[in-house]
C-alpha cells in the first residue's frame, strides 16, 4: 500500500539522524536525498532505494533511513505494509 491522499502516513516513532559523511562535508557537498522506503506490518524499515540522490550522500541516508522505526499502519483493523517516500537534507553548518 502507497501511503499518501486518503491513506496518511503512520507516525515516525524512532528516527536516526545521518551521519554527514566528512569527504561530502570537506568537499561542501550538501542537498536533499529522495528515498523510497518499504514499511513492514510492525513498522519497521525493510528495504529503501534511492529516487533522486547526491553520490556522496546516498549511502548516508539510506543507512539512517534503514533504522527508522513507524506505528504500524492498519487498515480495516489489519496492519498492513505500506510505502513512502522520505526526503533526507543534508545542510553545512
Avoid at 491513506?7 to 551521519?19: G, W
Avoid at 522506503?37 to 541516508?61: C, F, K, M, W, Y
Amino acid at each position: 500500500m502507497r501511503v499518501g491522499g486518503q491513506i496518511k502516513t503512520p507516525d515516525l516513532v524512532h528516527r536516526v539522524e545521518p551521519r554527514y559523511p566528512s569527504i561530502a562535508q570537506n568537499a561542501h557537498v550538501a542537498g536533499a536525498v529522495i528515498l523510497e522506503a518499504t514499511v513492514d506490518t510492525n513498522g519497521r524499515v525493510q528495504s529503501v532505494h534511492v529516487l533522486r540522490g547526491i553520490p556522496l550522500l546516498n549511502e548516508a541516508a539510506v543507512d539512517a533511513v534503514r533504522q527508522w522505526q513507524y506505528s504500524p499502519l492498519r487498515l480495516n483493523g489489519v496492519p498492513t505494509p505500506f510505502i513512502l517516500t522520505v526526503t533526507v537534507t543534508f545542510k553545512l553548518q
